[in-house]
């Protein structure tokens, strides 16, 4: 029988598998065939780690969910100024180009969305954690004076969590008149012009 630390560690390859053969052949294709392959094993060797593909889905989306926001916040909470803050979570939300395996498989989970209800809670548990990442960060950039918007807390955290993601979707689904840099750049402009710089030189009014 496999050691607990062997055992979290062939499910981790797993998964980093499942995002590779994912990206490669879409989820709704998706086969533990497909994965067994990517990793270098067979269909049985990963039945002795889960019960099926979709057991193994869930833990994918799961850790996915865990590691785009655990990441996230983590660069955040290295920084004190809540506008570089803001700009940390831009950059942090959206994938790192066309070829970004774990954003792609984030957004194209939520087509598993209504017909599993692991999966309903994943997309929401993610679209939470997105806007309360922006609310922490919009609060705190209100207290210290730096943020001076008219909009609620609320409705601003929900208006850069659909940017991220409308813009996410256009970088991972290759559409190459939109670059990470074209993206970032509109949305740091939008919250500049929302009350929510992201320079520390700038200045409220």
């Not at 980093?16 to 533990?32: D, I, K, V």
């Not at 991972?172 to 008149?177: R, Y």
């Amino acid at each position: 029988m496999a050691r607990p630390r062997d055992q979290r560690a062939r499910r981790e390859s797993l998964i980093e598998a499942t995002y590779a053969a994912g990206r490669m052949h879409g989820l709704r294709s998706l086969s533990l065939t497909d994965v067994a392959a990517q990793a270098g094993l067979t269909r049985g060797a990963i039945l002795y780690y889960y019960e099926d593909l979709d057991a193994l889905l869930a833990e994918a989306h799961a850790a996915g969910v865990e590691r785009f926001c655990d990441q996230r916040d983590a660069t955040i909470a290295t920084l004190d100024d809540p506008r570089e803050q803001l700009a940390a979570a831009i950059d942090g939300g959206l994938p790192s180009g066309p070829d970004d395996a774990l954003m792609s498989l984030l957004y194209e989970f939520d087509v598993l969305s209504g017909n599993s209800t692991l999966h309903d809670e994943l997309v929401q548990n993610l679209y939470l954690r997105q806007l309360e990442t922006y609310r922490r960060i919009l609060a705190a950039g209100r207290a210290a004076g730096h943020f001076t918007p008219r909009l609620d807390d609320e409705q601003l955290a929900m208006t850069f969590v659909a940017l991220e993601d409308a813009y996410g979707l256009h970088i991972v689904g290759g559409n190459a008149l939109m670059t990470v840099a074209t993206a970032a750049a509109t949305m740091r402009a939008v919250a500049a012009e929302l009350g929510c710089p992201t320079s520390t030189t700038a200045t409220a009014e």
